[in-house]
Antibody, heavy 121, light 106 residues
């Protein structure tokens, strides 16, 4: 059974860097085809895909946020880490990590419960 | 970027109603479309993938159709557990979500 859990700070100050960790089980990011992504959702708003990391360390980023995002994986810990620089109040959102199905592309079939991050001084 | 537009934004319905939600893509995405259900404070749940394939464990009252730029999600007979927000998502080029459709009690 695949599970994912997000962890990190729930309050960050403007201009700070956010670091979120996704700890997963039930699959390995050393297995061909495995992919983990990050998606966020501001309160009352739409979902927004942020970044993906593949088993072969290929990384994909949302074009609108690419300059601020870095995604990495630690296969020994079954973790994926997302960093977002220069946080702003508009980045207040619930951040989800999710397992992506499919070899080339696919939907997100397993999600973490999400972590609400508030950006405020 | 491919934009996804859902309609309506809110839908009022009663138990037993047939419900249809539409999702339009700004350019062709073939059949690379998924539908998710989300309840307040919870993560989205995958219902439909590849436009019309039912995810394992999802009730058969949910169905999806369409290809190219126009897609629909249909709930054949709305059940109490189905009051929620529904999101479409394209995965033809990147991953883009619609703005969501809230299905509320009429």
């Amino acid at each position: 059974q695949i599970t994912l859990t997000e962890s990190g700070p729930t309050l960050v100050q403007p201009t700070q860097t956010l670091t979120l960790t996704c700890t997963f089980s039930g699959f390995s990011l050393t297995t061909s085809g495995a992919v983990v992504g990050w998606i966020r959702q501001p309160p009352g708003e739409a979902l927004e895909w942020l970044a993906l990391v593949h088993w072969n360390d290929e990384r994909r980023y949302s074009p609108s946020l690419e300059s601020r995002l870095t995604i990495t994986k630690d296969t020994s810990k079954n973790q994926v880490v997302l960093t977002m620089t220069n946080m702003d109040p508009v980045d207040t959102a619930t951040y989800f990590c999710a397992h992506r199905r499919g070899w080339v592309t696919g939907p997100f079939d397993y999600w973490g419960q999400g972590i609400l991050v508030t950006v405020s001084s | 970027d491919i934009q996804m537009t859902q309609s309506p934004s809110t839908l009022s319905a009663s138990v037993g109603d047939r419900v249809t939600i539409t999702c339009r893509a700004s350019q062709s995405i073939s059949s690379w479309l998924a539908w998710y259900q989300q309840k307040p404070g919870k993560a989205p749940k995958l219902l439909i993938y590849k436009a019309s394939s039912l995810e394992s464990g999802v009730p058969s009252r949910f169905s999806g159709s369409g290809s190219g730029t126009e897609f629909t999600l249909t709930i054949s007979s709305l059940q109490p557990d189905d009051f929620a927000t529904y999101h479409c998502q394209q995965y033809n080029s990147g991953w883009t979500f619609g703005q969501g459709t809230k299905v509320e009690v009429k």
